[in-house]
């Protein structure tokens, strides 16, 4: 599969990334939206996506969102929090995060992943202003 012009795979910086197959699709103005593809390499036992990548997506948009706004990496999770929804057997889901409120110390930032129209994941995180 090609990937379009203006979608960058973030696998080049970072190896767990390339694992994952995350791509952004965009990643400014504190906001972001990042798809990933299932694939076997993703499945738990239950031949589902596992929660874990799930929430290695989630976390990954925060981060690039949270950084959109502070210029570069200058941020990391202080706490996250979760909810599963509903279960992803295959094809693609797109993450997006968008940064709530940003203070000089912290940031809150919330994600919702979706797979089409259907809700799998909500989430929301405090990040530290480094």
């Known amino acids: 599969m090609t ?3 203006d979608e960058v795979e973030i696998g080049s910086k970072s190896a767990f990334a390339r694992l994952l197959g995350l791509h952004i699709l965009k990643a400014d103005g504190g906001e972001a ?3 990933l593809s299932m694939h076997d390499g993703l499945r738990n036992l239950h031949g589902k996506l596992h929660g874990g990548a ?3 997506l989630i976390d990954t948009a925060m981060g690039q969102a949270s950084h959109s706004v502070v210029g570069g990496p200058g941020t990391v ?3 996250s929090k979760i909810n599963y929804i509903r279960p992803v057997d295959d094809g693609d889901i797109l993450c ?3 940064v709530v409120h940003a203070g000089r110390r912290t940031q809150v930032i919330e994600a919702e992943v979706h797979q089409d129209d259907k809700l799998v994941a909500k989430a929301q ?3 530290a202003c480094l």
């Open 54 to 56: 799930l929430f290695s």
């Open 96 to 98: 997006r995060a968008w």
């Open 33 to 35: 939206v990042i798809r």
């Open 3 to 5: 990937q379009p012009a």
């Open 125 to 127: 995180a405090t990040f």
């Open 77 to 79: 999770t202080l706490e």
